[in-house]
Every structure is written in structure tokens, then in C-alpha cells.
């Protein structure tokens, strides 16, 4: 059986995570237990027994038909009948107290009667058959899914399986987690019966799995609350401390909070804004992480202040209204609402100082964000709904996922768990996918990076360009040559920060293919995956290709380290003409001259780092202008990955556009990057910019440029 213990694993009350209605009396489920033993009600009504779960139901759904629910009470408390509890209360207090958290939560009708018959499949007589004859296919998927998840085995010796094991059991539903995560907090709630060992286990578990899941699908009422329970169990000296603060702060007999909410409420009422300022206290779990992080707690640091507005706009018209009325720390501003959350989250952070030093954290988002915030995937409704049935559901106002045809949309996206699905597809083997998801689930903080499209990645913190490429393209990533960070030529290794605008280089050639040196730098899932999965079915192909060495085509007339420049004019009669090799100058670019040993005068672009130096060493300036001659002599660099032919194919696109080849040398490769070097002779230097694109062109090649090194001035 999934629940087995009543009494409360804290040494203390705990303030639950999902805040009930203001007036509605403690569920008291001992009595409700009772109840459920004198039998079911009649046909023609509800059972006293779940009026609860019908009342916070009703608030979320009040046109829900209610007698799936009736019947579903009716068989699951007739079945558990007899079945008690390690507490000795009746068994069927469980699946209602799990019922009436996914309530509370706004779950739709079906997840709710597959909830209040979750353990029947597994703990009593009742088959999959018979609850498809009485509830439908959809209600037996979701019975079958949980059955399946309360048989994994979370221990340690099968962990590379077990998440596996749970999203073979779960599909595509995030519903069964959902049952899942409240059946857990419901058995965490009730764990004061277990010995202290199997309490310990079992808080393990849901620190290292459960609560990382909740946290990925949104549900952070459900997740703070496991948070705490966890906390109590394993780390008992600091939730004591902790809660002792949270005492003392309680008896202050003033509340700088409230004095802060009443000011905003000001300020918001001034402006004409309508808005809700509710105080929302911080959780166990979040106090110490906030008393950890500042030292001292102030009485402002015990909650934050919440904001609900009806619409997007009002959002920004509230943070403008506190900013300019209030003293704002600017660094705690964050934009969710533009960027949501890789979990649907979205609401607007800042935080407002009051001239004493106290500072206020305030969120502010809509009705329709909160109620997403806390319910998370519970909030997106019944993803098998028809598109009339669903034209009002709160997945459309979520994310608008659901496709014109018809069809059924999917219900995470965007969301993590469709990731997730895609990752133990992808995997080779459960211990890669083991390994590359525990890296996921340990990540608590997110980034995002902008594509030069306008569209978003969210990637976690410490991610590379290497992680961009696969989130973006999937395994077509295999073919990216190249990144471009904010603009700039950047390596594949380099590590993202928030906000950076990141374009992918990618090849042509079907040949291109992933390197072993990538999996230094891939940091998510799906990027460790896609290049293990292809190394594995790659072997020979795993070492990176190389180029030779260095391999040099002879100059027609001998060694070209200087090009000739009989198309530079000098007023100096008998100078010697010498094109810069530091930035090889041509025509049209603006060019001026110095005159070094020898009556040789050379000459620079104007915009050389050499020139400076040259005046800098009191070389004397000369007016040099272009003469009448197209031809020029030009040095390019190509920046490229090694792959077989591609030094062939690149001499190939220079001769195409007519270009002789005075010199080519080729760099030995260096992580997997080869730089290419050409002394070249142009019939027309207009042409120059075609050139450079052609070479370009050619695939593995990801950027072409003018010569440009640091020499010395001579």
C-alpha cells in the first residue's frame, strides 16, 4: 500500500503550501474515515464524506458534473473497506486527502476520480476492466499510470531505471505525476509512525526525486511543502532553529510587512490601478535559505508581498507605479512574464527599500499566472478535452498549445517533462541517462539566451554554446562549425550567460559530424545524449578529422611575402612601394604611408594598429593614393573544423572566382579548429567581397577575414 502512517513527521505545526479558503473548517479526516465506514449514500446524493474535495472543486469548476465523483468514492470506499491504515484509521482517508490537494489545486474532473481510485488497482480487487467499464479509457490510463509508478523501486540500487520505469509508466500524461506528487505529500504529511530509518529513506527519496519533479512541472505548492516536511525530517537541528525564528517574528508587535503592503496599496489606489496586495509568508525551507544568505533576519525578510492585477499590462503599470513612488533595488528586478520559465512560470520580481534599511521582495503577476505559479502542469486542465470543451480551459489561457485540427496538444510544452520524454528515448543506455539527468535535476537556477531570430532558449546555469546547439536544433546540432556569442567568433565551449544573443554556424556537409571534445562542454541532457548516442554508433568516426599538417602550394614566381604594389601611387620619386602584410591593403580601402629603411615607403589601412606605432617610432608620413590598376595581391584567413577534402574544396571556390593562389598554408588543428592562410592575386579588387563569401561558403568553413596581424614597425 502507498500510505501507511498518520501522525506528523515535524516536531511542530508546518504552514501548508496550499492555502485553504478563508472560513472553511480543517479537514478533519479521522471523521471522515468514520464516516466512510457507515457506508455509501444513496444515489441520488453526494457522500458527506467527500464534500470537501466537491467544495474545493466547485471553486475552480463550477460546472464540473459531479457524479463521476460520487461513483468513484462510492467504489473506492467500498473496496478499501476493511483496509486500514499503520494509524488505525480507515484506508479510505488516503485517497481523499490526495483528492482534495489536486482540488485544491484546480485539477479537472478525471484526475480527480482516477485519484480517489489510485490505489484500488494495486491494493484491493478492482481490475482495470472494471474501471474502464465504469469510467472510461481515460480514468483507466491515469488508475493504470499511478499502479504502475507505486511498483518502481527508488532505492539506490535501482536508480538508473527508475526514472525510466516513471515516464514509461507516466506517457505523455503529466496527470499520473500529478496524482503521484500529491499522493507522496499527503504520505509525507503522515510519516510520524514510521521508524526513523524508513522516515529517513523516504525523505531521501523526495528531496533527490520527487521534489526536483515538482519544481520541473511547476507545481510549486505542492513542492514547497515537501520541501519543509523533508527538511524536518533530515535536517532536524536547522528546522528547529529555523522555526524558532519564525516564532519570535510572529510575537513582534510590529510587522514592517504590513506597513510596506499598506503602503503599496497606497500608492496602487492613487494611481488608479485595481490590485490585490496579499503578504505571503515564506516557507520553512526558504527562511533559512534567506537567514543563511543575509545573517540577520529584519522583520521584512519573514514574507514577501504579492501583487495580482487582472491583465499582462497591469503588470508593467504596477512596477512602474512602485519604482517611481518607491525606493526600487534594481537588482533585484526579473522579467518572467517576457521570458517565462522553463516550467510555465511567470510573474514580475522586484523588491522596494524603506528608509529604515528593510527591504520588501515583491511579485507581481495576474490572477491566471498565480493560479498557474502554484498548480503548475495541475493548472493546464484536461489535455484530452475537445476544442469545444476546451475553449474556456485554462491550458489555452496558459500556453495555447492546442493545435487548429484539433488534435490533442501537448500538455508540458513548454515544459520539461516533454524533454524529458524525448531524453530516455534518446538515451543508449540508463546509466548515460541516469547520469545526464541527475546533472538536470541538481540545476536550480535557469538562463535565457536570445536567437538572432527574436526566439528564446532557456538553458541551465554553466550551459555552453555546445548546449545551445542541440536545445535549438535537436541532432542537427552534429553539424554546427561554428558559434557567434553577442556577435562575436566565439568557441563552441564558451559558457552562456543570461541575456547573450547566440547565433549558430551551421554546415552543409551531410558528412559533418559531432566531436568527443563536445561532451567536455555539454552540460544538458538532451546535448549529452544526442553526442553519446552518436559516438556510440560512430566509433571510427569518434577521433576528430585533421587536415594536414601544414601543406603550402608554391608561388608562380617565387616566395610572396610582400606583394608587389605597382598600383599605389607615392609622391616620393624612386620610393619603393611595399604593401603592409599586417593588414594588406586594397583598393578602395583608405590606405596612408611611412617611409622605413631602404627609400622602401610602406603602405597601412588607416585604421591598422600598426600606424599608431608608426608614428608612435617618429617614422616620417607619406600621401599615398590607389593608381589606376584593379589588381591586387590580398591575405585571407579561414577559420574552418577539420574534415577530409576541405583544403580541395576551398581551392576549388578561389579558383572558381578567378583568383590566383600565390600562397596557402594550412595551421595543424587545434580542437578541431583549422586556420587556412592565402596570399592571393585579384584581377579586380571590387571583387574581393564576393570572394570572401564563396569561401564562406564552402562547408566546415565558419568565417573569412582580412589579414590583420601585430608585427613590428620595420
Not at 68 to 86: D, F, I, N, T
Not at 128 to 139: K, P, S
Not at 204 to 212: C, H, N, Q, R, S
Not at 621 to 638: K, M
Request: hydrophobic share 40%; glycine share 6%.
Amino acid at each position: 500500500m502507498s500510505a501507511e502512517a498518520t501522525n506528523p513527521a515535524t516536531p511542530g505545526p508546518i504552514t501548508p503550501a496550499v492555502q485553504r479558503r478563508r472560513g472553511r473548517p480543517r479537514i478533519d479526516l479521522r471523521r471522515l474515515g468514520r464516516a466512510a465506514l457507515l457506508g455509501p449514500a444513496g444515489r441520488d446524493r453526494l457522500p458527506d464524506a467527500i464534500g470537501h474535495v466537491v467544495e474545493a472543486h466547485r471553486a475552480h469548476h463550477p460546472d464540473a458534473d459531479l457524479d463521476p465523483l460520487r461513483r468513484a468514492y462510492v467504489l473506492a470506499e467500498s473496496s478499501h473497506r476493511g483496509q486500514m491504515r499503520k494509524s488505525g484509521e480507515p484506508y479510505i482517508t488516503h485517497p481523499l486527502a490526495v483528492t482534495l490537494i489536486l482540488a485544491e489545486l484546480g485539477a479537472e474532473t478525471t484526475t480527480l476520480t482516477a485519484s480517489l481510485l489510485h490505489d484500488t488497482v494495486e491494493d484491493t480487487e478492482v481490475t482495470l476492466d472494471q474501471v474502464r467499464a465504469e469510467f472510461g479509457e481515460e480514468v483507466r490510463y491515469l488508475v493504470d499510470g499511478v499502479t504502475k509508478l507505486e511498483k518502481v523501486d527508488y532505492g539506490a540500487a535501482a536508480e538508473p531505471e527508475t526514472f525510466r520505469k516513471m515516464l514509461v509508466a507516466t506517457g505523455s500524461d503529466v496527470r499520473v505525476m500529478s496524482i503521484k506528487l500529491a499522493d507522496r505529500l499527503h504520505n509525507m504529511r503522515t510519516l510520524g509512525v514510521m521508524r526513523p530509518e524508513k522516515q529517513e529513506r523516504i525523505a531521501k527519496v523526495t528531496k533527490d526525486v520527487l521534489i526536483p519533479l515538482a519544481e520541473r512541472l511547476g507545481v510549486q505548492a505542492l513542492k514547497t511543502e515537501l520541501e519543509d516536511l523533508v527538511f524536518a525530517i533530515l535536517r532536524p537541528e536547522e528546522y528547529t532553529h529555523t522555526r524558532e525564528l519564525i516564532v519570535k517574528n510572529s510575537s513582534r508587535t510590529d510587522d514592517p510587512l504590513a506597513e510596506i503592503a499598506e503602503e503599496v496599496r497606497g500608492v496602487l489606489r492613487e494611481a488608479g490601478l485595481q490590485a490585490e496586495v496579499l503578504i505571503r509568508p515564506r516557507h520553512f525551507v526558504s527562511v533559512h535559505r534567506v537567514s543563511r544568505k543575509r545573517g540577520e533576519l529584519r522583520g521584512a525578510d519573514f514574507g514577501r508581498l504579492l501583487v495580482l492585477v487582472n491583465e499582462d499590462a497591469d503588470c508593467y503599470g504596477v512596477l512602474g507605479e512602485l519604482h517611481t513612488c518607491l525606493t526600487p533595488v534594481v537588482s533585484e528586478f526579473k522579467d518572467f512574464i517576457a521570458v517565462p520559465k522553463f516550467n510555465l512560470y511567470q510573474s514580475l520580481h522586484t523588491a522596494v527599500a524603506r528608509p529604515d534599511g528593510q527591504v520588501a521582495e515583491v511579485l507581481i503577476r495576474t490572477h491566471q499566472m498565480h493560479k498557474v505559479a502554484e498548480a503548475g502542469v495541475i493548472a493546464l486542465g484536461n489535455p484530452y478535452a475537445s476544442p469545444v470543451d476546451a475553449a474556456d480551459s485554462a491550458e489555452e489561457q496558459a500556453d495555447g498549445s492546442r493545435s487548429a485540427d484539433g488534435e490533442r496538444a501537448d500538455p508540458t510544452r513548454p515544459g520539461w517533462l516533454s524533454r524529458l520524454l524525448d531524453w530516455q528515448e534518446a538515451a543508449p543506455d540508463p546509466d548515460t541517462f541516469w547520469s545526464t539527468l541527475r546533472e538536470d535535476l541538481a540545476q536550480d537556477r535557469e538562463i535565457t539566451v536570445f536567437r538572432p531570430d527574436g526566439g528564446t532558449l532557456g538553458l541551465p546555469a554553466g550551459a555552453s554554446c555546445v548546449d545551445a546547439a542541440y536545445a535549438q536544433y535537436g541532432e542537427d546540432a552534429h553539424a554546427c562549425i561554428g558559434v557567434r556569442v553577442n556577435g562575436r567568433l566565439a568557441r563552441l565551449s564558451t559558457v552562456l550567460s543570461d541575456g547573450d544573443t547566440v547565433q549558430l554556424l551551421m554546415g552543409q556537409d551531410p558528412a559533418s559530424e559531432p566531436s568527443r571534445e563536445w561532451l567536455e562542454h555539454a552540460h544538458t541532457p538532451v546535448a549529452r545524449i544526442a553526442i553519446t548516442r552518436w559516438l556510440a554508433a560512430h566509433p571510427a568516426s569518434a577521433a576528430p578529422s585533421e587536415a594536414p599538417a601544414e601543406t603550402r602550394r608554391p608561388a608562380a614566381d617565387g616566395p610572396a611575402a610582400r606583394p608587389a604594389a605597382a598600383d599605389v601611387v607615392v609622391d616620393r620619386p624612386g620610393a619603393t612601394v611595399r604593401l603592409a602584410g599586417c593588414c594588406t591593403p586594397v583598393p578602395p580601402d583608405a590606405i596612408t604611408g611611412f617611409a622605413v629603411r631602404g627609400g622602401v615607403v610602406t603602405v597601412h589601412r588607416v585604421e591598422c594598429a600598426g600606424v599608431e606605432r608608426m608614428k608612435s617610432a617618429g617614422r616620417a608620413e607619406v600621401e599615398v593614393r590607389w593608381g589606376d590598376s584593379s589588381e591586387c595581391r590580398v591575405t585571407l584567413f579561414a577559420e574552418s573544423f577539420g574534415r577530409p577534402h576541405l583544403l580541395a574544396d576551398l581551392t576549388e571556390a578561389i579558383a572558381l572566382e578567378g583568383v590566383a593562389i600565390v600562397s596557402a598554408t594550412v595551421e595543424p588543428p587545434s580542437q578541431q579548429r583549422v586556420r587556412h592562410t592565402y596570399t592571393l592575386e585579384l584581377p579586380d579588387a571590387a571583387h574581393l567581397p564576393a570572394l570572401m563569401r564563396a569561401m564562406r561558403n564552402v562547408p566546415g568553413v565558419f568565417d573569412v577575414s582580412r589579414a590583420h596581424h601585430q608585427s613590428t614597425a620595420s
